[in-house]
């Protein structure tokens, strides 16, 4: 089939050969994100377990029910990013075009509710630095607020360059680039896309739900 | 082979400006990173040279207290960030991985060409930074002096570090998939090179620990620009997790420098002794064993900072134990020149030099490790002189071995060999020269970054910048033969030492597409005496 | 002082211990070194190559003997080295229960001690031979790292919690005191000189005195006037309270926390009740304590932490003035 020798890069014999290269690479990948969040996590879990009450204290005044909405709305767009790569499996390229842009719009919902949540952040003075003020609570609560934007934040960054992948996908799949043979793009999107609604799967706890009565 | 019938290579196979900056040949990326460090090498060794001259007397008299403790600083964020940790994987391991395992190219160049520029960007902020008047925390970037007390360009240093960030952690991705992917048949694990395996170590640390320094340098500079207070000790925050977590990775860091080299080392010494390598099993398994060890050692530098007495004990048991590796592979190389054949070329000089300098420093490493011993030792300049005799007798002389052994390979031509075993020479001897005083300066208790100095110092310090001056020498006298002769020397065919390796099998330069037809390996690494002279 | 040497002065009871391990490790180091030397050397010079003729030789690949001779063996004498070079550093890590204490503040560039008696000094510090000195120190800026190298002692002085570092010195002397830790424009001048003196000249030193400034309450005293100035004592009384424990007694002690940890009440955990009340609260009480942070610097924390280590209950402290007094006859 002449389209697909096309999509094998000269330096690879074959298709094979490129799939296993190109799914090894996003798993390598991964596990330098892992590291990446881990120190954060790690930063995070020594000073909660440094300073329990003021941690719990600041945690209060996140919105849970935001977070637990959005935590509904990135399990979903798993699902849905799971339907597009089973539909780019099977070659439907509606189904993946469909599934992607799914999961698009999940994503973006996610991040409005994020920037509503940082909004009124602000106007409570929770952001941070010279304007943080928290009547009555002790210094270390600005640290839960340090790390919560540092983690959350670095999470939609995460979220922001998922959805350009997802959207190049989608031009992709509309050029038929993909079809039953070839569609380890949308695989390895998938994987990135799955692994940023992980992470948020243990942040969501960590911040919003701990230490909560 | 004649001048007429020039074959079409790499160097030639397309030309202008827009050809190498949109290139994604492995072998041309690879020379772009050798000018871009290169210029960055020369940087740092200005830096160098004015902090030796500083140190020729007590006093501090030929620049201000500031202007010294930038150009400390300076001088270690350009030598690390951006010419040691890139030098030998960036450049050698760019052009040679793929050859020496029989691919075409990396498993994904655009990404590789992506690094080198995410790399330049990095160093357009560092340069930056440098020119909008510096930065003056140290490499080492301790918090709360940068987070708070310094008044230089920390964010802009930050940033530059943390976008060099992921030109390692990309180059590490690449090497780690084509080291697994692209081999060509008959190419088994336990018949690659210990260049490779050494690569393929070091790009474990990259993915591994880069990520860690990124995050962690991400949070100095959020704290710096708006005091968000993770390492404040007045908001509750811990100034010594930042060492912690900058340990965690410049510890390893330590490793991505030395182990290409050590790589370099076991495929130069095989070529001039016309040995195999003694023990390849174990010099491959300790390459391994210092990438993990190397990342449970990161608290040995710490043991004066109000470290547990129990932690400190782990750490430096730990530390004591990744020295080992180190031995077994000196051990090995020595036994390797058992009933050879050697000779000594210029690389074999470097590559000899090597394990001397490699042996005293990795020996001093043993008296860091011993905790008492530490104690007196730590921030003196014994640490100066240990660290550079690893990284610069180390790391550096492994380059140099390197660009001289691969030059051929690379450039297609041969150097003059008589400048080139002087050079040798003159860096071994100024090398010892310049650092071997300052063991005994830092026993005595001078400590480190100190622009100024009590009188009784002077004397070993003034060999210490005499021996700078010949290391310099022994610099520049490459880069003057080597530019001579791209357009002078004589022309090198397929394998002029007569090495082993995949490498020398395809012509000097390589084509674009490295082997005329994809290579079939039948034998172990190493395979000397070679059977014939061969070119696929 | 300033004279030219290739080794330095050892003046404390520690130096002699961390060069015996010092000169152990050269002797080990100079014995690999130049065996690896000179098998290099030996090994190129014999197996040089004579003709073009190819070693026709059997390879000799590996021997599994060898390999495992040259990791253990090599690992073992690291062993060696750690146990050795740990026992100096658990020797460092404890003072002696009769070390007289120095305070020491560090901030960007100079070092503020203050002995127990009140005297203060800065850039320099006196001390007699023979006396074991436990020093408790902090920051209030960046980090510093007090570095004696005579003795062979360093530790950091970070802000935000105390460390400690000891010494008995051996020999009357003055010796260099720096700052090991990179801290800004004047780091290099950061430095100071430790003067070891005859005991007597000590306490002549220390009644002496030139000017009223070097002249001040002891830190105890200072500590005492805060606790009341500052309202501490309205709520922290001798015989306790329902607003806050008593203090007396308490330092060294282990105490439940209202979280149901326990926590062992050190200089650290006295400092960190007054700046942030809420992070540990002792069982049974609430959390009313306001904090003290931006009230009290670096030197009034000290003292008052000094003062709170020297409450201690009544009739202790009867028995051991009487204990004091009764060595007091005996000498006599």
Redesign the interface.
């Known amino acids: 089939m002449s389209s697909r020798t096309s999509t094998v890069?000269?330096?690879?014999?074959d298709a094979e050969?490129q799939r296993?290269?190109?799914t090894?690479?996003i798993w390598?990948?991964l596990?330098?994100?892992i590291?990446?969040?881990?120190?954060?996590f790690?930063?995070y879990v020594?000073?909660r377990s440094?300073?329990?009450?003021?941690f719990a204290a600041a945690s209060h005044h996140l919105n849970a029910t935001l977070g637990a909405a959005n935590t509904i709305v990135l399990l979903s767009s798993s699902l849905s990013m799971a339907l597009a790569v089973r539909a780019s499996q099977v070659g439907s390229r509606w189904g993946t075009v469909a599934g992607l842009v799914v999961t698009i719009v999940l994503g973006c919902i996610f991040l409005g509710v994020k920037g509503y949540e940082y909004a009124s952040k602000f106007e409570e003075n929770l952001v941070?630095?010279?304007f943080f003020d928290l009547p009555g609570a002790?210094?270390?609560s600005?640290?839960f607020f340090?790390?919560y934007?540092?983690m959350t934040g670095?999470h939609a960054v995460h979220m922001v360059i998922g959805v350009g992948v997802l959207a190049t996908l989608v031009v992709m799949a509309l050029r038929r680039r993909f079809d039953a043979d070839y569609h380890n793009p949308v695989e390895i999107g998938g994987l990135y896309w799955h692994f940023v609604d992980i992470v948020w799967i243990y942040l969501f706890p960590l911040l919003y739900l701990l230490g909560r009565h | 082979m004649d001048r007429a019938e020039k074959a079409v290579d790499y160097l030639n196979a397309d030309y202008g400006v827009r050809s190498w900056l949109l290139t994604r040949d492995h072998k041309r990326i690879a020379i772009l990173y050798l000018l871009s460090i290169t210029v960055m090498f020369m940087l740092g060794s200005v830096f160098a040279v004015l902090i030796r001259l500083e140190l020729l007397t007590p006093a501090g008299d030929v620049v201000q207290a500031d202007t010294y403790n930038k150009l400390f600083t300076m001088h270690g964020i350009v030598m690390i960030f951006f010419f040691l940790v890139p030098s030998i994987p960036a450049v050698l391991g760019n052009f040679l991985l793929p050859l020496m395992i029989g691919a075409r190219d990396l498993a994904f160049p655009r990404l590789n060409l992506l690094s080198w520029y995410v790399y330049m960007v990095g160093a357009a902020f560092t340069l930056w930074a440098v020119i909008t008047g510096g930065v003056d925390t140290g490499w080492t970037f301790y918090t709360p002096y940068s987070t708070t007390a310094s008044h230089t360009n920390v964010l802009a240093t930050a940033v530059g570090i943390f976008i060099t960030g992921f030109s390692s952690i990309l180059t590490g991705v690449n090497f780690i998939v084509t080291i697994h992917t692209m081999r060509a048949p008959g190419m088994t694990w336990f018949r690659l090179p210990l260049f490779v395996w050494a690569h393929y170590a070091t790009s474990l640390i990259m993915i591994l620990g880069t990520p860690v320094i990124a995050i962690t340098i991400l949070m100095l500079g959020l704290e710096r620009a708006f005091g968000i207070g993770i390492f404040d000790p007045a908001l509750g925050g811990d100034p010594i997790l930042f060492q912690h977590l900058f340990w965690f990775y410049s510890h390893p860091a330590v490793y991505i420098m030395i182990l290409p080299s050590m790589g370099v080392v076991s495929e130069i010494i095989t070529c001039f002794a016309r040995r195999r390598i003694f023990g390849y099993s174990f010099i491959a398994a300790s390459s391994l064993a210092i990438a993990v060890f190397g990342f449970l050692v990161w608290g040995h530098h710490m043991f004066t900072s109000t470290q547990s007495v129990y932690a400190a004990m782990v750490f430096s048991v730990l530390s004591f134990a990744v020295a080992v590796p180190s031995a077994v592979k000196v051990f090995n190389w020595t036994a390797t020149l058992y009933r050879g054949s050697i000779t000594f070329e210029a690389p074999m000089l470097f590559a000899l030099g090597f394990i001397g300098l490699f042996t005293i420093g990795g020996l001093t490493g043993l008296f860091l490790a011993a905790l008492g011993l530490d104690v007196h030792v730590h921030d003196t300049y014994f640490v100066v002189a240990h660290f550079h005799y690893i990284m610069v007798g180390g790391a550096l002389m492994g380059y140099l071995g390197a660009i001289h052994f691969w030059w051929p390979k690379m450039t297609g031509r041969m150097y003059p060999e008589a400048p080139a075993r002087i050079s040798a020479a003159l860096v071994f001897v100024g090398f010892n020269l310049t650092f071997f005083p300052q063991f005994i300066l830092g026993y005595l208790g001078m400590p480190r970054r100190y622009h100024a100095y009590p009188e009784e110092f002077q004397v070993l310090n003034v060999m210490s910048t005499t021996g700078a001056s010949i290391l310099g020498v022994g610099y520049l006298v490459p880069l003057c033969y080597l530019i001579w002769s791209l357009w002078r020397g004589r022309v090198a065919e397929a394998n002029p030492w007569g090495a082993a390796g995949l490498e020398w099998r395809t012509n000097s330069p390589p084509p674009t597409e490295n082997f005329a037809a994809t290579p079939i390996v039948e034998e172990e690494a190493y395979a000397y005496p070679l059977k014939e002279p061969e070119v696929v | 002082m300033a004279k030219f040497s290739l080794f330095p002065e050892s003046a404390s009871t520690i130096a002699g211990q961390v060069d015996g391990l010092f000169f152990f490790m050269i002797a080990v180091s100079t014995f690999f070194g130049l065996l690896v030397a000179g098998l290099v050397v030996f090994l190129s010079i014999r197996y040089r190559r004579r003709s073009d003729a190819v070693a026709t030789d059997p390879p000799l690949l590996n021997s599994l003997r060898l390999e495992v001779a040259w990791t253990i063996i090599p690992f073992l004498i690291s062993m060696v080295m750690f146990y050795w070079g740990a026992s100096v550093y658990v020797t460092m890590a404890r003072p002696p229960d009769d070390a007289e204490e120095i305070f020491v503040v560090g901030k960007q560039w100079m070092w503020k001690l203050q002995h127990i008696e009140g005297r203060r000094e800065i850039n320099e510090l006196h001390v007699p031979v023979g006396q074991p000195i436990k020093l408790t120190m902090t920051s209030e800026d960046v980090i510093h790292s007090f570095y004696v190298p005579a003795f062979r002692i360093k530790a950091d002085v970070v802000p935000g919690r105390y460390n400690t570092l000891w010494f008995e010195a051996t020999k009357v002397g003055t010796y260099h005191l720096f700052c090991a830790e990179y801290c800004g424009t004047e780091h290099s001048k950061m430095i100071g000189s430790v003067y070891v003196m005859e005991p007597s000249d000590f306490q002549e030193w220390l009644s002496g005195g030139s000017g009223s400034a070097a002249r001040s309450a002891a830190p105890v005293e200072v500590g005492r006037t805060l606790f009341a100035e500052k309202g501490c004592v309205t709520c922290h009384k001798a015989e306790g309270s329902m607003m806050g424990p008593s203090l007396v007694g308490i330092f060294g002690s282990e105490r439940e926390l209202a979280a149901g940890t326990r926590v062992v009440v050190d200089e650290d955990y006295l400092r960190e009740s007054v700046l942030n009340p809420q992070a540990k609260i002792v069982a049974g009480y609430q959390p009313v304590m306001p904090t003290f942070a931006g009230q009290l610097d670096e030197e009034e924390l000290l003292a008052l932490v000094q003062y709170i280590k020297s409450l201690e209950p009544v009739d202790a402290r009867d028995e051991s003035a009487e204990a004091h007094a009764g060595q007091g006859e005996g000498n006599g």
């Open positions: 890069a000269h330096q690879f014999d050969q296993n290269a190109s090894l690479g390598v990948f596990v330098t994100e590291m990446m969040f881990g120190g954060l790690t930063a020594l000073y440094s300073y329990p009450e003021a941070p630095g010279p002790e210094p270390q600005e640290l340090s790390l934007f540092a670095l």
